[in-house]
């Protein structure tokens, strides 16, 4: 997507030579948070070449959250770093063009480069289909303390109570949205509107919507005519 945010939370427990995470490896757009590279000597983003990056290095056995935005539309690519103790630093740069190539994202490491691997814990991780403003950057800032809460170690649920809003405890101890919901298990589960997608074939007159969606569509022969409120549909 070219109106990208990524997010994640780091504990290293090792020093790599390159540690990439969320790497797309794209040529000249590579979409990734680098993490450590000498080639940078810091923190930074991959944006088709090297630059010298001032967002210091996360340090060993400390929890680190690095979010990066990229932007095709303003070319321009912004690394965000916590430590969770007050210290936050960013860097923004222009960012290369997209020339086409991998499509898909991986954790850890690239694709088509080896040694490219971090070593250590990770807390939580967010990819989302658009750039984040500094204000909703401060958001993500402010729930430093409850990601990291449970250090490496998981944390198995025993009740519905255990998770986050919307979310419920499954047989194996996880964390899981709700029917209709998505988002963060653990933190919070926001409502999917299924009438946006509209890709369900039902019977005649059938509504559709989980959780509560203020919207359902109405079908007739599988085809969409248009949306109704809920009430229209129960009529």
């Excluded at 990734?32 to 923190?43: A, F, T, W």
């Excluded at 539309?73 to 630093?89: F, L």
Aim: hydrophobic share 30%; aromatic share 8%; with cysteine.
């Amino acid at each position: 997507n070219p109106e990208l945010t990524m997010e994640i939370y780091i504990k290293p427990t090792a020093q790599g030579a390159k540690d990439w995470l969320l790497g797309h490896d794209n040529s000249d757009y590579d979409r990734s948070i680098i993490v450590r590279d000498e080639r940078y000597n810091g923190i930074a983003m991959g944006i088709g070449t090297s630059y010298p990056s001032t967002v210091s290095y996360p340090a060993l056995n400390h929890w680190t959250q690095v979010i990066a935005t990229f932007s095709k539309a303003s070319g321009k690519a912004t690394v965000y770093k916590n430590d969770g103790n007050g210290v936050e630093e960013m860097q923004q740069k222009d960012s290369g063009g997209d020339s086409g190539g991998e499509n898909n994202i991986g954790l850890n490491g690239l694709k088509n480069y080896g040694s490219h691997n971090f070593v250590g814990c990770i807390a939580q991780v967010q990819i989302i289909n658009e750039v984040l403003t500094p204000g909703a950057i401060r958001i993500l800032y402010d729930r430093f303390d409850d990601v990291t809460a449970n250090g490496c170690d998981f944390a198995a649920c025993a009740a519905e109570s255990d998770c986050g809003v919307n979310a419920e405890c499954d047989g194996a101890g996880i964390c899981q949205c709700k029917s209709g919901f998505m988002g963060d298990p653990y933190l919070e589960c926001q409502d999917v509107d299924e009438c946006a997608a509209a890709t369900a074939t039902l019977t005649n007159g059938q509504c559709r919507g989980v959780g509560g969606a203020a919207a359902h569509d109405h079908f007739v022969n599988g085809i969409t005519k248009k949306p109704l409120t809920i009430e229209e549909c129960e009529d």
